[in-house]
Nanobody, 122 residues
């Protein structure tokens, strides 16, 4: 079994910073793409950023230049550094990792973290 545990959310004032972490544990053979999503109540979950196994990144236009996605492959952990936060960044943030969890398959399964609330407000 594989488990993803998120940490690092909370309440921050506009212009502040937060760092989210997503740690994977369990039967992990390899991790390909990792991503951060966010969701506001009543709206669809949206992709914030992703990173592949060699470090190539993608960012949504709304966070480009303010957020940085990174990963520590040795520790099976992914991060999202969020700077210059705005009230419109308020959402529940979810991490997603594509993990190969068996020696007997070449396919990857999509695992999700439990979600963490980020609130940007004065």
């Amino acid at each position: 079994q594989v488990q993803l545990v998120q940490s690092g959310g909370g309440l921050v004032q506009p212009g502040g910073s937060l760092r989210l972490s997503c740690a994977a544990s369990g039967r992990i053979r390899s991790i390909s793409v990792g991503a951060w999503y966010r969701q506001v109540l009543g709206k669809e979950r949206e992709l914030v950023a992703n990173i592949n196994s060699v470090g190539t990144t993608y960012y949504a236009d709304s966070v480009k230049g303010r957020f940085t996605i990174s990963r520590d492959n040795a520790k099976n952990t992914m991060f999202l550094q969020m700077n210059s936060l705005k009230p419109e960044d308020t959402a529940v943030y979810y991490c997603s990792l594509m993990i190969r969890d068996s020696d007997y398959t070449a396919s990857y399964a999509n695992y999700w973290g439990q979600g963490t609330q980020v609130t940007v407000s004065s």
